[in-house]
């Protein structure tokens, strides 16, 4: 329902908001606003994108929890996508998605409702069903059958073609 509304009343927002700046400023410098929001948030998006990127990476290198760097950089692309939509009220939040008090408060938010069972970093899925086993040394007990081939090795297959 929150996604029908979002999809209904963002536009008719935005049409209002170009009707209201149209109408006070002129066509011409209410689509230049535009297009140089756009611009200016693209080039504020890449370089928050690398630092958050660079964030991310100190904390894969440090064992950290990731989240919040992801998270970080989950809303710096979706300012991205709100910048590039034309309009004044997706620029306004998308500017403010820029601001990392604004995203902390935001990741603070959304962490308080979501409910997190397990974390874990490092090596994949590891299941144990009785007590932990014995140290082992180094040697691989094992069994093998050498198999031969069928053909002589020397000789081409029957799949190319020769003399």
């Known amino acids: 329902m929150y996604l029908f509304l979002a ?16 109408g006070l400023i002129g066509l011409w410098p209410t689509l230049a606003i535009v297009v140089l929001t756009a611009v200016l ?21 440090e064992l ?7 998270a970080h950089g989950a ?18 939040i998308g500017f403010a998605l820029l601001i990392p008090g604004v995203r902390v408060a935001v990741f603070n938010f959304l962490k308080s409702r979501v409910t997190i069972t397990q974390f874990q970093m490092g090596g994949g899925a590891q299941f144990r ?15 093998y059958t050498e198999v031969h081939p069928r053909r002589d090795p ?8 020769g003399p």
């Open 7 to 22: 999809f209904l009343l963002v536009p008719i927002i935005e049409i209002a908001l170009f009707i209201q700046v149209g």
């Open 41 to 61: 948030g693209t080039a504020l998006v890449r370089t928050q994108g690398r630092m958050a990127l660079a964030n991310l990476q100190r904390s894969f290198a």
């Open 64 to 70: 950290d929890d990731p989240t919040e760097p992801l």
């Open 75 to 92: 809303m710096i692309l979706l300012s991205g996508v709100l910048l590039l939509t034309p309009g004044f009220f997706t620029d306004a």
């Open 129 to 143: 069903t009785g007590p932990d086993p014995a140290p082992q040394d180094d040697v691989i007990d094992g069994e």
């Open 154 to 161: 020397s000789k081409p297959s029957k799949w190319v073609e």
